[in-house]
Structure formats: C-alpha cells, structure tokens
C-alpha cells in the first residue's frame, strides 16, 4: 500500500505548534509524562492534565496566559479508556498524540472559535462544506451556548443546517470530580463520504453524527466557565479558560484520505513490521461495523498488535512496570 496525502504527521503536528505559537502568541511546552502528577489519575489521558492546578485557580504568578502542546495520551484503563474499540473502529487507540491549545484567564470563545476554523479550513486545507459543528443544547441546570452558535453561525459562517445541538452526554465537560471548573464544549467533525457510513443507502440530505466512521469528531473545544459547588450549583467563573483537544492520529487520517488511522504514516510501518513477524497479510479497505470476514478479522488482529505495541512502548518509556495493581496492571495487561 503506499502512502500518499497532503502532510505527514510531523508535518500536521509541526503546523500546529507553529501557528498557535507563532500566529496566536502562545507558549510551546513539552508534554507531561504519562505518568501524572496527580495521585487520584491512573495515566495522563489528556492535554489538560499538566494544567489542572491552574484551572483549579492553583496558578503562580509566572504561569503563561496561553498555551500550546502535544501531549502523550493513554486511554487504556478506567473510565476514559477506549481499549474495546480498538480494531473495531477506524480511530481508537489505546495511546495517541493530543494537540492542545489552552487559554488560562486569557482569550475565549470569541477568539478561540475563529482560530480552531482558521487552522482547520485555512492551514490544513480541509473543505469547509464537509465540516461539522457541534455546541451545547442546554437542560435545566445550565442553559443552551448561544454565545458559541452565534460566533459559529454568524461570525464564523458555518450554515446552520451543519451546527448540532448536542446533549450534556457529548457537549459537556466536568467537573472531573463531584465540584469543580467545568463548562459546556464544541466539536468539530469532518464528513469522510457516504463510502463509510455504517448505514445502507444513507439519506444524503440527513446528517447523523451517530454513523461515527463517516463523520469523525476530531477536535473537541472546551470552554470551563462555570464552577458547580457541593450543593450541585452552577456559578460563572470569574476567570474563564478554554482547553482544546485534537487527536494526530485522526487528523492525519483525514488529510492523507485513509481508511483507518492504522494506514496513516504514523502507524503504517509498524503494520507492515508485524505483518512481516506474523507472517499474515493486512487486506485493508473500508470495514462498515464489526469485522465480519476472516479478512477483517486478522485485520482487526494486526491492528490491536501495532496499537498495543506502539502504547507499552510508551509507557515503558515514561516509567511504568508491571504489576498487580493500577497502572503496573494496565502495563501488564496490554501486554497480555
């Protein structure tokens, strides 16, 4: 299979820190360790877990106002852990690259919102007419995100046929815990083609992010403006702060126009190393639901192999031993 597309993954993930440092005037950190700095976390599953003691208003004077990163990411224990879908879907994996844009008390919505659509549109080159939007419907404890579907729709300019009203279930984050900074979110998606939809003659004049191979959500803006208190209440922050999350590996899935994050440049050669060590043949193609033939299923195969070894690779690396218990166990267990 050769790889061609518009930009590899060094390439993607150099565009970013470039255009939110040098266009956008943020701060360029490293990633944390996959091991985090907080005894209450298993692993470091997202970009925002180095900054938690800033959102918790925890911040030193000399902490950066924004910030840019790529942040080492491993879903493959408790609740945020993705280790089931792996080989079932075309995006999931157990460990990935985050890219991140954060503001701490500094810009928000209004600024945020047009920079995510510029980069996307402008620096990778995606077509706006295939792009989809997502803001916060509202329920009776926090209200609807007018503010985001204005800039969105009015600002912006994306039609509102392509702006969903999501649930609390998609388009809300936190608190991580029973108190804390939280605030509703925006997604954006990209519409991959009716080729991969999950659905039998899909209606073309119907979107339903629900066929989740189609449309892929890959970029998730968080907007913590609300603080909710022991008693369940909802109260505005004073400082406002946005945390943004980008998965590599999806975003170089839509560019380079595979069918699955494993063909991308980023994980292709490690496929082809455990094709040579197992000595079976990944078949590739379109796989619409759970892998029915034999094909797809030692596809399916090869694919939990490259993402397992690529995620104790990591971890490894970081730290982490095998053990009986918390992130010794995960270890352990992927390697299993």
Not at 32 to 38: A, E, G, K, V
Not at 47 to 68: D, H, K, Y
Not at 102 to 119: C, L, N, Q, R
Request: aromatic share 12%; charged share 30%; glycine share 8%.
């Amino acid at each position: 299979m050769s790889l061609t597309g518009t930009l590899t993954g060094a390439q993607i993930r150099d565009k970013f820190i470039a255009f939110f440092k040098e266009k956008k005037g943020h701060l360029h950190l490293p990633s944390s360790s996959l091991i985090p700095d907080n005894p209450t976390l298993l692993l470091t599953s997202a970009g925002m877990v180095q900054f938690v003691p800033i959102f918790l208003g925890n911040a030193r004077a000399t902490e950066p106002p924004r910030a840019v990163t790529v942040q080492k990411c491993a879903r493959a224990g408790g609740k945020d852990s993705d280790i089931e879908n792996i080989g079932r879907t075309a995006r999931h994996h157990s460990f990935f690259e985050m890219l991140g844009n954060f503001s701490f008390g500094d810009y928000f919505k209004k600024e945020v919102i047009p920079w995510a659509w510029e980069f996307v549109t402008k620096d990778l080159g995606l077509p706006e007419d295939r792009l989809i939007v997502t803001v916060f419907e509202g329920d009776k404890e926090v209200p609807f995100d007018q503010e985001a579907y204005d800039i969105w729709h009015k600002v912006v300019g994306v039609p509102e046929k392509r702006i969903f009203k999501m649930s609390r279930k998609d388009n809300f984050w936190g608190p991580p815990g029973p108190t804390g900074p939280c605030g509703p979110c925006s997604e954006i998606y990209f519409d991959r083609g009716v080729e991969y939809s999950k659905f039998d003659n899909p209606d073309p004049e119907v979107i339903d992010l629900d066929d989740d191979d189609r449309y892929v959500e890959f970029w998730n803006l968080v907007f913590m403006e609300l603080f909710k208190d022991e008693n369940g209440k909802f109260t505005p922050l004073e400082k406002k702060n946005v945390d943004t999350g980008s998965g590599l590996d999806r975003v170089s899935m839509i560019l380079q126009k595979k069918n699955n994050t494993f063909e991308t440049d980023l994980f292709f050669p490690i496929l082809e190393d455990v094709e040579k060590l197992s000595g079976k043949k990944y078949t590739g193609g379109i796989m619409r639901g759970l892998p029915a033939t034999p094909e797809q299923k030692i596809d399916s195969y090869l694919k939990i192999i490259c993402d397992h070894a690529r995620c104790v690779t990591f971890l490894i690396a970081d730290g982490v031993r095998t053990s009986n218990v918390g992130r010794g166990y995960v270890l352990r267990f992927i390697i299993r």
